[in-house]
């Protein structure tokens, strides 16, 4: 166990905790109101907070829900909240000035009720493991997943020496304020791409396991394998939502193979092909491709992991970042044959530009991709 945790519905003594407080549809919305006991020292999300407004919206829109706007106004309730619990060393929907929910947010300037979900642990630093216990909750994903919710606000604060050290709270909110419109619109859906095998790689047997990168708002995957272009005459099988696959009965003949991967989106499915060589064959070489952040998708806070697949026959990589195409103005070195670099000091604004080279023994090739910044 990495650190203490509470889980509420009334647990009391076990070592964690989650909450949450939902408003229905009929319920009535109070007026704004001039700020009132709610000084917060920022209303501007920091990574881990963006990275769960991502997560959730990701969510939301794979269950084919429109995406929450981010409020100030919620996420100064939300931030008022976090801080309290943890100076104060208690952990309520029903804060230290007696107040619920509804009446914090209007206090904060939202014009209308709030729903709730709160959390508390040494081990929810993250947005992954808040976004993951919420989920498993029914009540709490109930919240998340509500199709009446327009807007939400996000805050975690650390608190050292107090219970549970991190304090997560996500308030969520029935009415657009204006503060960052109705709903930004949900993410492009981004294909899966197959990530193992390497595409255009020679097979290692007759039993080979393919594994995929996840996509963007992806509902479905399914494989074909076959011996000639969109055949599944040697695998044809949906995945669900797992990520591999593995099939056996493959030709170790040295002869083409043929993969297609299908994602299914709510608009229908698409799909990518690719090429192999069975086993005995031999092997072309194969540029790097970026896997992570997925291409096309949004960076936030600044700061962004990037990673790639590891191509075929590749000496060495270089990646650029920049405010243009082909630029290195942000960043230009070569990673050797490390297949990961994490970048921080980004632009939380604009078109960021990044292009990936793979160096081969004929010489050097790359591709382009881009990503939105945002904060």
């Not at 914090?104 to 642990?121: L, M, S, V």
């Not at 976004?131 to 009446?148: D, I, P, Q, R, T």
Request: aromatic letters at 12%.
């Amino acid at each position: 166990m990495r650190g203490v945790r509470r889980l509420g519905f009334g647990l009391g003594t076990l070592a964690a905790a989650l909450a949450l407080v939902l408003i229905g549809v009929g319920t009535t919305v109070p007026a704004a109101r001039a700020l009132t006991n709610c000084t917060v020292t920022s209303t501007t999300l920091d990574g881990e907070e963006s990275a769960f407004l991502t997560l959730i919206n990701n969510y939301r829109a794979t269950n084919g829900l429109t995406a929450l706007g981010n409020s100030t106004n919620l996420n100064r309730a939300a931030e008022w909240l976090a801080v309290d619990m943890g100076t104060k060393a208690y952990f309520s929907h029903t804060d230290s000035l007696g107040r619920s929910p509804s009446t914090r947010a209007t206090d904060c300037g939202y014009p209308g009720g709030a729903g709730e979900n709160i959390a508390a642990g040494t081990a929810w630093d993250t947005a992954q493991e808040a976004f993951n216990a919420w989920k498993a909750s029914a009540g709490h994903n109930a919240n998340m997943l509500n199709s009446s919710y327009k807007q939400i606000g996000v805050a975690r604060a650390y608190t050292a020496g107090s219970p549970y050290s991190w304090y997560w709270v996500t308030d969520f909110g029935l009415v657009n304020d204006g503060t960052s419109g109705g709903g930004t619109p949900p993410p492009t859906p981004v294909k899966a791409a197959l990530t193992a095998p390497t595409p255009s790689s020679v097979l290692t047997g007759a039993t080979v396991t393919f594994n995929w990168s996840a996509g963007t708002s992806a509902q479905e995957y399914m494989l074909y394998v076959g011996t000639s272009t969109g055949s599944s005459s040697l695998y044809g099988a949906s995945a669900g939502l797992n990520r591999s696959a593995t099939v056996g009965g493959l030709p170790t003949d040295g002869r083409k193979i043929y993969a297609r991967l299908w994602t299914r989106f709510s608009t229908g499915w698409q799909y990518t092909d690719y090429t192999y060589t069975a086993a005995g064959g031999t092997a072309t070489t194969v540029k790097a491709a970026m896997t992570a952040p997925v291409p096309g998708s949004t960076i936030r806070g600044g700061t962004s992991t990037f990673s790639w697949s590891a191509g075929n026959g590749a000496l060495e990589y270089y990646l650029y970042v920049g405010t243009a195409a082909g630029r290195n103005n942000l960043y230009g070195r070569s990673q050797g044959l490390s297949r990961s670099v994490t970048l921080s000091g980004l632009p939380t604004s604009g078109t960021l530009y990044v292009r990936l080279w793979t160096r081969f023994a004929g010489g050097w090739q790359y591709t382009d991709y881009t990503y939105t910044a945002a904060r």
